[in-house]
């Protein structure tokens, strides 16, 4: 068993103080110990990064973008490694490992535009003589704080972005499954990220804190729960910092009767039990419209939740692994257990599930709820598992009604054939990820990410155009140059072009 550093100043850093244990979720044994790191570490990784910046802010955003893009290739040439540390740490499937990685990579991709997306904006002769420009220029150190089912992913939305724009950035990672976060952070250094532009402090509550409290960090990124994202957005914001902090989710499909039911079968089975259901984009809910459609929906689900090939993630060819803990293992079944009590009807109950030889890992089968109604907990409740309830309603309106009396609003898709139901559906919703017959509405690198209501706190979204402008500032320059000099009187009017 191993016991991980922290990465500050393009070193490796033990800490002397706390550490937690790291699990591999399919065997319940601890692999690696995690340090949490105290304040003074953080204040270590916020001094490294200070002394970084000023040669970091002044390097061409060209040169910058070519660590990138040597970090891009680095990435590529690891996945294996990359992939096999996710899984054994997280427990998904070393396919689904894969495709978080190069969704992670297109985003390092988008990054590499630095000179592009930095070119700012100019206007000549904005008055007689006077030019005018903005600038986007770099807010300093900045941090992140990550969430433990995307490690490769979630911090790969943010740094490259901070970087790229000439930030300094200090990661704190979730402290559950650190090992493929803190790899990929090291092979920035290996394509030559100058000390300190990057820093890595693992750790929990009290890291974060010193982070928010700290007065040299200038915004702060959060990705994780609802509670947590609230609390970040109020204590930073409080200290004047910069704060995008995205929360949980409850994601609707709503099927119309016209659906192409095979297709939004298929669908729903990756989107409602792909990655063990552990995705803030995950289907929980299938908004039925009709009883025809439900019912139909059902029948087909049924056996194919039955036949999940549920084990290791790390052996090929199965669809879902183990849960992240045995905490969430309990939560988990805790609301299977809730929603029976309420009253809504379990058709399929994974909890019997056995993997042979893995009597302690953190496994529960697929759970299908039918007849769910919006009072239940497990209905309002994000549950983060591989259970999705069928919710039955009459119509496309009453469908929109309820996805919009949700406090989340981080995902949602319809399956239809009608372009109408899908313009209205589209025009209506209040909720920021939007899919037409796309179950995971996940955006590309070069647009941005984020939820609506308590799935986001702030004003930008997570990468792409959103986040060159949240991890810069503008600054806007207007300049005269009169051709010929000549004396001109005070003007008291304000001046215009009027
Ligand atoms: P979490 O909120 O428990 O942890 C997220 C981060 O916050 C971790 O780095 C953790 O160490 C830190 N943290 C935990 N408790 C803290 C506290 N009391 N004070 C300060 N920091 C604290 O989330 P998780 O369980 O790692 O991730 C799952 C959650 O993240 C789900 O709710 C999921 O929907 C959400 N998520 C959202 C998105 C999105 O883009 N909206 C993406 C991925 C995950």
Not at 189 to 195: D, I, M, S, T, V
Not at 304 to 332: F, H, R
Not at 402 to 428: V, W
Request: proline share 6%; hydrophobic share 40%; net charge negative.
């Amino acid at each position: 068993m191993t016991t991980l550093n922290h990465l500050i100043n393009g070193e490796p850093f033990a800490e002397t103080g706390r550490t937690a244990d790291v699990y591999n979720p399919s065997t319940g044994a601890v692999i690696h110990q995690v340090p949490l790191a105290s304040r003074d570490t953080v204040q270590k990784a916020i001094d490294a990064a200070k002394a970084a910046f000023p040669a970091w802010r002044n390097t061409p955003p060209a040169k910058r973008a070519q660590v990138l893009f040597r970090f891009k290739q680095l990435l590529e040439q690891n996945e294996q490694r990359i992939v096999q540390l996710i899984s054994e740490e997280h427990g998904k499937t070393l396919e689904d490992a894969a495709g978080e990685l190069k969704r992670g990579i297109e985003n390092v991709e988008y990054a590499t535009a630095a000179p592009e997306l930095l070119k700012g904006e100019y206007s000549r002769n904005a008055g007689p003589a006077i030019d005018s420009w903005s600038d986007f220029q770099p807010l300093g150190v900045v941090a992140g704080i990550t969430p433990f089912n995307f490690p490769a992913m979630v911090p790969l939305w943010m740094y490259p972005l901070a970087i790229a724009c000439g930030n300094c950035f200090i990661l704190k990672p979730s402290e559950r499954d650190p090992s493929s976060t803190l790899l990929i952070a090291e092979l920035m250094y290996e394509a030559g990220l100058p000390k300190g532009v990057l820093n890595v402090v693992h750790g929990d509550k009290e890291t974060v804190d010193a982070l928010i409290q700290a007065p040299e960090v200038k915004a702060l990124s959060f990705v994780g729960s609802t509670p947590i994202a609230e609390y970040i957005y109020k204590e930073g914001a409080a200290r004047g910092k910069r704060v995008q902090a995205l929360g949980g989710a409850k994601n609707h499909a709503v099927l119309m009767p016209d659906a192409d039911l095979d297709n939004a079968v298929s669908a729903l089975m990756g989107a409602a039990y792909g990655s063990c259901g552990e995705r803030c984009m995950a289907i929980s809910v299938a908004v039925c419209v009709g009883d025809q459609i439900a019912d139909a929906l059902i029948e087909r689900l049924t056996p194919q939740i039955q036949s999940l090939k549920v084990g290791p993630g790390t052996c090929k060819g199965l669809d879902m692994g183990p849960l992240v803990t045995k905490a969430a293992l309990e939560k988990v079944t805790g609301y299977v257990q809730d929603g029976e009590a309420a009253g809504a009807k379990l058709v399929v109950d994974g909890r019997s599930l056995k993997v042979a030889d893995h009597d302690n890992g953190f496994f529960l089968g697929g759970c299908l709820f039918d007849n769910v109604t919006p009072d239940m907990r497990i209905y309002k409740e994000e549950i983060f598992g591989p259970v999705l309830c069928v919710v039955r309603v009459n119509s496309l309106e009453d469908a929109i009604a309820l996805i919009n009396a949700h406090e989340y609003g981080n995902g949602t898709c319809i399956f239809t054939r009608d372009g109408e139901s899908a313009r209205l559906f589209s025009d209506e919703i209040e909720v920021g990820m939007v899919g037409i017959n796309v179950p995971l509405p996940v955006p590309v690198a070069y647009h941005s990410f984020g939820g609506w209501k308590r799935s986001i706190f702030g004003d930008l979204a997570a990468y792409g155009p959103d986040g060159v402008r949240f991890y810069t500032r503008r600054k806007t320059i207007t300049q005269r140059w009169p051709q010929r000099a000549t004396h001109e009187a005070a003007q008291f009017a304000f001046p215009s072009n009027g």
